[in-house]
């Protein structure tokens, strides 16, 4: 799966105001997001997901990734790809995966309650040595539409203050930045429910190396079905081919 994929899709079924509505709001943010890197000198990303637009103001920090630090740069995207690009692919791959367990986590709560979490994680990424270095990463959503719609996403990056052990995962966490409460997200128990139980079956075996028909006489469905799973799997995961769902629902502990 292309989590970014996965997480478009769940966007185009939020709620926006009115352009005319999300103007003055969208001014006040710019401004709260351009005093904010000042204090803190990190390169923050505001998205609005309304638009499809996102404003990318860089602190001090915005050095390390080869950054201009006067006002902010207008891109056409939700997605920082100009700094995605030096975020070293395993970890990228991991931090998409905690974005989409943290939208699917917010879903569950009321839209007051949603804007007290934020997520954080320790990332590699390139820095202007083209070495890899491990930064901090935090994510959080500043503002829902009037009709309780997640509308604006905030992505920071700084400077990892505490020194970072090897790891084969990001550390991501979701806290409750009102009460301080935090828990590591190494399983993604709200994206459990993308395969049927079916699916699962036939995904293990295919994850083992089991061809169709033998998938067919294992689980005493036609070659047929098994074929239709597989459809099936692919386009819940948004992925190209079964290693990549296999890989994919792996990570997301759904096999």
Known sequence: MDPIAKLENKFLFESFDSPEQREEALKEALQAM?????????????????????????????AFFKMHTSGFTTIDSIWEDQIYHRIHPDDLFQRHLLELEFFNFLKLLSPAERL???TKCRI?????????????????????????????????YNYLQEKAPPSQTIEGAIINTKT???????????????????????????????????????LHISINTVHRHRQNILKKLNVNNSMEAVRTAEALALI
């Open 180 to 218: 301080g409460e935090q828990f590591y997200v190494d399983t993604y128990v709200n994206c459990t429910n993308l395969l049927t139980l079916r699916e699962k079956e036939v995904l293990l075996l295919i994850g083992r190396g089991v061809i169709s028909k033998e998938i067919a006489a294992k």
């Open 124 to 156: 590699r990424a390139l820095n202007d040595n083209e070495d890899y270095q491990y930064i901090m990463h935090r994510s959080f959503y500043m503002k829902n539409s009037s009709v309780g719609g997640l509308w604006l996403g905030v992505c920071l």
């Open 34 to 62: 351009e005093s904010y890197v000042k204090i803190d000198n990190a390169v923050a990303v505001l998205s609005d997901l309304a638009s499809n637009r996102s404003y990318i103001f860089a602190g001090n920090f915005g």
């Open 116 to 118: 007290n979490y934020a």
